[in-house]
């Protein structure tokens, strides 16, 4: 089903009329009312009057998350705090949080691009829909729960973890559509098998999954194990939240970004340069109708193509290809987004350790596991291991406050983690995503 048949099916050329007649208004109105983005458009010698065709936006800044740290908390929303009506936040490269506003214009247009997505991914008034994802600062859960209900089914607001509870619940509530990370779906199905319910012979038909990394090969094996279609969903706190595109369910191949709302471009990481539909490279998005928090091309590090051949649903919104990896070193560990340098910091503040690291990313069973192992210095070294153990938990603990992540720290000693002339490799990702 199409939520919204006007402007999903929009011609090519109305949509670029409407696009540029959007982005005209937002490059106007951050050039009014934004410091950051009047400096940046000085600096580049452009203004908001010289856009006349959307070839034009390859001259606008980019827009980074360093940016976004630079502003930290507000510096970039666009309104006055009375015109804000919620806040949300996601990890930021090192212990500062990236953060984001909505008016109450910007929550309605996220929850009718929430129902479009829903309704894309097959989902329809009479659904049960078990939101799995976390409810908080993360955009996750709230951005299901208000596209739920604008599409007018009924929403299970259970949120993350609980998965015994997740499990008799989806069954005693009927629920027919999941919506968690693709990884958290495949736990919920071990989860059921311990517990002797059989997930597949419940009335569960799609599953919605987004958050994180995955491929056909765990597609595959969602729809096997639940039996159900699984859809990829993309989004981004910065940009919106869940809901900038998503697959449909007649083709299954690409995610539809909706396009009178945001303006893709995918560029060369290095370069910056803007590459043809069809080539893989950086995706960059500008926002068109956002009030409280506007972007101009913001840097998502996530690798995509874009194509805009004919889909059989009849949508004439470009599709991206399924994020096939990042243009930098940030990992996502059970769907919370990890920057090293995050680890980093929190090491500088710990007595005894070295700022030498390595991360170990694994998946056990379903979920994905975190080491790090720190190098203690030789003053550490010399005390007692049992204030070796105790250093080591202190971190796991710091670890787990500041970036909402578990994991294992291991104390190695002084001078065995490897040393590199150039970029140190503080990952080793073992995940067969
Ligand atoms: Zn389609």
New binding site residues.
């Given amino acids: 089903m199409i939520w919204d048949e006007d402007f999903e099916t929009l011609p090519r050329e109305a949509l670029e009329d409407l696009q540029l007649k959007r982005l005209r208004a937002t490059t106007e109105r951050v050039y009014a009312t934004v410091p950051f983005y009047k400096n940046k458009f000085d600096e580049a010698g452009i203004r908001p009057q010289d856009i006349k065709s959307l070839i034009d936006l390859k001259h606008l800044p980019f827009t980074t998350k360093i940016d976004l740290r630079d502003n930290y908390p507000f510096g970039l929303f666009a309104v006055p705090m009375e015109q804000v009506v919620r806040i949300h936040a996601s990890s930021g490269t090192t212990g500062k949080q990236t953060v984001v506003g909505y008016t109450r214009r910007d929550i309605n247009t996220w929850a009718e691009l929430m129902a479009r997505s829903l309704a894309a991914a097959g989902a329809q008034k009479n659904d049960m829909i078990h939101n799995a994802y976390g409810y908080g600062l993360f955009t996750g859960g709230l951005g299901v729960h208000y596209g739920a209900e604008k599409l007018g089914a009924s929403v299970i607001p259970i949120s993350g973890g609980n998965s015994k509870r997740q499990i008799i619940i989806m069954q005693d509530f009927g629920s027919t559509v999941l919506t968690c990370t693709p990884s958290y779906a495949l736990f919920l199905a071990e989860t059921s098998e311990e517990m002797g319910v059989d997930i597949k012979k419940m009335k569960l038909k799609v599953g919605i999954f987004g958050a994180e990394p995955w491929s056909e090969r765990m597609r595959d094996e969602i729809e096997h194990k639940l039996n159900i279609d699984a859809i990829d969903i993309y989004g981004l706190s910065e940009v919106m939240g869940p809901g900038v595109s998503i697959e449909?369910i007649?083709?299954k191949r690409g995610l539809?970004i909706f396009e009178d709302h945001f303006i893709p471009e995918i560029i060369n990481p290095q370069t910056g340069e803007v590459l043809p539909h069809g080539e893989k490279g950086e995706l960059v998005f500008t926002t068109i109708t956002k009030e409280a928090f506007p972007l101009i091309r913001y840097r998502t590090r996530d690798i995509s193509v874009l194509y805009r051949q004919p889909?059989?649903?009849s949508?004439t919104h470009v599709r991206m290809e399924r994020v096939s990896g990042r243009s930098d070193d940030m990992l996502i560990i059970r769907g919370v987004n990890v920057f090293p340098s995050q680890i980093e910091s929190v090491l500088m503040n710990v007595a005894g350790v070295e700022p030498h690291y390595l991360l170990v990313v694994d998946r056990q069973g379903t979920l994905d596991t975190l080491e790090v192992q720190v190098e203690v210095n030789q003053k550490g070294f010399s005390d007692e291991v049992k204030d070796f153990q105790m250093l080591g938990r202190r971190i796991e603990k710091d670890i787990k406050d500041l970036l909402g992540v578990t994991a294992v720290v291991r104390m190695v000693e002084p001078k065995t983690i490897q040393r590199s002339e150039g970029k140190a490799q503080r990952v080793i990702d073992k995940r067969k995503i």
Avoid: T
């Fill in positions: 449909c007649e083709a539809h889909c059989k649903c949508r």
